[in-house]
């Protein structure tokens, strides 16, 4: 009888475990999509003033390797509302405020930029 209560027990906390971890995975899902955030970045005409790859104009900095210098997700959102909050000693007002987003939006196309490598 006191095994059975052991075993059970033992399988309590397996299912535990199994679950906790699904519930984890699902959570990191939660992060944008680098597709979306493509045809956003076609849609809105990025490329009119950054270059990725060999298309786009270069009124703003090239974007090839954004995804390199480490900005960072919120660095990136941050930067699509307000550039000059993210670049105080320089700021340039050609790049527009992209602040009518959803916030999917905004994840999605930070997570595309943020995919540059
Ligand atoms: C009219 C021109 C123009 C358009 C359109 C434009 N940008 Fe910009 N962008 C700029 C300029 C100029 C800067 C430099 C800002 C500064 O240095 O203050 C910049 C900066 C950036 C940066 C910062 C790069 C870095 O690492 O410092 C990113 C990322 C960026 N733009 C993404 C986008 C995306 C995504 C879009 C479309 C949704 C877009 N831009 C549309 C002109 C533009």
Redesign the pocket.
Known sequence: MREMKVILVVVFFLIMVIFGRELWSAEKEKKGSPENGRI??NK???????RIGDVG?N???D?TK?GT?K?GIEW?VK??ID??S??PK???????K?DKMTDKMLLD?AT??ESQK
Request: glycine share 6%.
């Open positions: 956003l970045y809105l005409k990025c490329s009119h003033c950054h104009g009124v703003g900095p974007l954004e210098k900005r990136q930067n699509l550039s000059a993210t670049h320089h700021p340039n007002p050609y790049m527009p992209f196309l595309y930029l």
